[in-house]
């Protein structure tokens, strides 16, 4: 793999696919319904909802930035027990809350 990510490998193999991903996130971004933070800690639960640790580790450093707390990370990933069990919790949160141990 090269060390390139899973994000610059689908840059590299689907760029025109890529471009619109990006476009669609940026929209979603610039909506006004909901603050940034907000929208990370929704993103957080989402994504430990299927046990996407790769997406979680990059979305708390995020929510970390806009001023989420380790308790709004934790709880936002505990939302997701009532939707797709334990999961998301065994599988994210020990690394989530890692972002906050400096």
Same mark, same amino acid.
Do not use: W
């Given at each position: 793999?090269?060390?390139?990510?899973?994000?610059?490998?689908?840059?590299?193999?689907?760029?025109?696919?890529?471009?619109?991903?990006?476009? &669609?996130?940026?929209?979603?971004?610039?909506? @006004?319904?909901?603050?940034?933070?907000?929208?990370?800690?929704?993103? #957080?639960?989402? @994504?430990? $909802?299927?046990?996407?640790?790769?997406?979680?580790?990059?979305?708390?450093?995020?929510?970390?930035?806009?001023?989420?707390?380790?308790?709004?990370?934790?709880?936002?990933?505990?939302?997701?027990?009532? #939707? $797709?069990?334990?999961?998301?919790?065994?599988?994210? &949160?020990?690394?989530?809350?890692?972002?906050?141990?400096?």
């Amino acid at each position: 793999m090269g060390g390139r990510n899973p994000i610059e490998i689908f840059q590299a193999e689907a760029p025109d696919v890529a471009r619109a991903f990006d476009d &669609l996130i940026k929209a979603i971004v610039a909506s @006004k319904g909901l603050d940034e933070k907000t929208k990370q800690l929704i993103y #957080i639960a989402l @994504k430990a $909802s299927n046990g996407d640790l790769m997406a979680v580790n990059a979305h708390v450093p995020m929510a970390k930035k806009l001023g989420a707390t380790r308790a709004e990370v934790v709880d936002a990933i505990l939302m997701t027990l009532t #939707i $797709s069990g334990i999961r998301g919790v065994v599988s994210c &949160l020990p690394e989530a809350v890692k972002h906050f141990e400096d």
